[in-house]
């Protein structure tokens, strides 16, 4: 018989709710906007829970069994009551035991990762990184951070259960951009969507000859969606900007590279929606900066396979397949 799962990610803008089977497959799906700027923790607990009840009870009303809830989210999850460590996306659940709350609501088949490790478990399965003995899932959103798989199947958890802060590997020592985390140079602050914003503006209050200036009302409106299509459409300064974001995605992966020795990359994640704009240079910089010793082991970078879907499907692998990565 099907095993089915509901499998939530929680991110700083949506949070996403599916139903999800044991082939991956997304049978319903709901999502609604995060009130990041609540008050109170129990606000944002509170349409975690309304997701996991709607999303429940349609699949009741299917005749659906569901085995339990999986929760993605975008800060550690600490101790056995999952207190919530570094969420400045969601300023709210910082410090806030998580597990009690949702135990309560959803019952005692709950399971909690980091959002990156959920969709890179669900790469690993049902995606683009399953045949690899060692793999790198980056996201590239708001943020950057990476899931590092090795021996077929085990994640890396050496610093609070995760990779460490992989989106602060230094990237540009020269430019010394002050970076959120307090340091500087930070891949974050060359190749995440705030970074391809804020340098979009920058060239726009500059008064670069630059499509983007058209393209809102104001610099500050600018996304990294509008800076994508602009240099789809041939813009200098809009390629320039991916340009240099796949130059430091480039130095980031190499300097991994040297230490984890991938034989794939896979990059997912709303940035990753530029596809070969940041691609083409990361790999023309591994090319240049990589030991050939590691570079032959790489076998491929490329996008993720499961897009937008991997943060759902990874929260509901939690309960499916509670061993983690690696095959069953
Ligand atoms: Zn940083």
């Not at 023309?284 to 491929?300: C, G, K, V």
Request: glycine letters at 14%.
């Amino acid at each position: 018989m099907t095993r089915f799962a509901i499998g939530v990610d929680v991110g700083g803008t949506t949070i996403k709710g599916a139903l999800v089977d044991e082939r991956g497959t997304i049978l319903l799906s709901d999502s609604i906007a995060t009130p990041a700027h609540a008050a109170a923790a129990e606000d944002v607990v509170g349409e975690i829970v309304r997701i996991v009840d709607g999303i429940r009870s349609r699949a009741e009303g299917r005749g659906v069994r569901v085995e339990g809830c999986g929760f993605g989210t975008p800060s550690y999850s600490l101790g056995p009551e999952w207190i919530q460590t570094m969420s400045p996306n969601i300023p709210a659940l910082e410090g806030y035991p998580l597990h009690p709350a949702l135990r309560d609501a959803c019952g005692d088949a709950i399971a909690c990762d980091l959002d990156t490790h959920a969709a890179t478990i669900a790469e690993h399965r049902f995606g683009a990184g399953g045949c690899f003995e060692r793999s790198i899932f980056i996201a590239i959103g708001t943020g950057i951070s990476c899931g590092i798989v090795v021996d077929g199947g085990t994640l890396v958890r050496h610093t609070y259960g995760t990779a460490g802060d992989t989106g602060h590997l230094i990237v540009d020592p020269v430019g010394r951009t002050p970076c959120s985390c307090g340091g500087r140079g930070c891949l974050e602050t060359v190749a995440s969507a705030s970074a391809i914003r804020a340098r979009a503006a920058e060239a726009v209050r500059r008064g670069e000859q630059t499509v983007l200036a058209e393209l809102q009302p104001s610099p500050d409106l600018l996304d990294a969606r509008d800076v994508f299509e602009a240099a789809r459409h041939g813009d200098r300064t809009a390629l320039e900007i991916f340009e240099r974001a796949g130059r430091g995605l480039g130095v980031a992966i190499a300097s991994l590279m040297h230490v984890f020795c991938p034989h794939a990359v896979l990059v997912g994640g709303g940035v990753s929606e530029a596809g070969e704009l940041l691609l083409g240079p990361a790999r023309a910089t591994i090319d240049e900066l990589a030991s050939p010793f590691y570079r032959d082991q790489l076998q491929t970078v490329r996008l993720a396979a499961l897009g937008a879907d991997a943060g759902v499907v990874g929260a509901a692998t939690l309960i499916l397949f509670p061993s983690g990565a690696g095959p069953s």
